[in-house]
């Protein structure tokens, strides 16, 4: 079984950040799951604006790490809990896999920042408005179509 986590966001950030490599800013928190074996997943949320903040996703590199109660979470902590009207996220152009999963999860392709990745590689911006989240419910995102979950 699979449990969402949060009660404990310094350990959670640290662990994503062990296995992405990335330092997240001195604000983040995070929104982690769990099994019997440990931690799966994490996402930690950094760059607290009055309108968004940046959202991050590192996991144990297993398919199938998260369930629906945790991209519920995920999404309703920045639309719900903070309010904001949108999130933004970015991707290495290298990360065939990130891509697709956050294409996949209704994220829209925003912009290029030219050799800003570590390596050199261009880095893809992502943004979701909460209008555009099918994850949580039509009245809160004030879409009138299906929830997705």
């Given at each position: 079984?699979?449990?969402?986590?949060?009660?404990?966001?310094?350990?959670?950030?640290?662990?994503?950040?062990?296995?992405?490599?990335?330092?997240?800013?001195?604000?983040?928190?995070?929104?982690?799951?769990?099994?019997?074996?440990?931690?799966?997943?994490?996402?930690?949320?950094?760059?607290?604006?009055?309108?968004?903040?940046?959202?991050?996703?590192?996991?144990?590199?297993?398919?199938?790490?998260?369930?629906?109660?945790?991209?519920?979470?995920?999404?309703?902590?920045?639309?719900?809990?903070?309010?904001?009207p949108?999130?933004?996220?970015?991707?290495?152009?290298?990360?065939?896999?990130?891509?697709?999963?956050?294409?996949?999860?209704?994220?829209?392709?925003?912009?290029?920042?030219?050799?800003?990745?570590?390596?050199?590689?261009?880095?893809?911006?992502?943004g979701?408005?909460?209008?555009?989240?099918?994850?949580?419910?039509p009245?809160?995102?004030?879409?009138?179509?299906?929830?997705?979950?």
């Open positions: 079984m699979k449990d969402v986590v949060y009660d404990d966001p310094a350990e959670l950030v640290a662990w994503a950040q062990e296995r992405t490599g990335h330092t997240y800013f001195s604000d983040a928190t995070a929104i982690g799951i769990k099994d019997e074996t440990g931690i799966r997943g994490v996402t930690v949320f950094d760059s607290f604006t009055k309108t968004g903040c940046w959202v991050h996703v590192a996991s144990d590199g297993s398919g199938r790490w998260f369930n629906r109660d945790y991209i519920t979470c995920i999404f309703a902590y920045p639309f719900i809990q903070l309010g904001y949108r999130i933004s996220a970015w991707v290495s152009e290298k990360n065939a896999a990130s891509l697709r999963f956050t294409e996949h999860f209704g994220w829209v392709r925003e912009g290029v920042m030219r050799r800003a990745g570590f390596d050199g590689e261009d880095i893809i911006t992502f979701m408005l909460r209008s555009e989240c099918r994850y949580l419910p009245l809160i995102t004030g879409n009138p179509g299906p929830v997705r979950l």
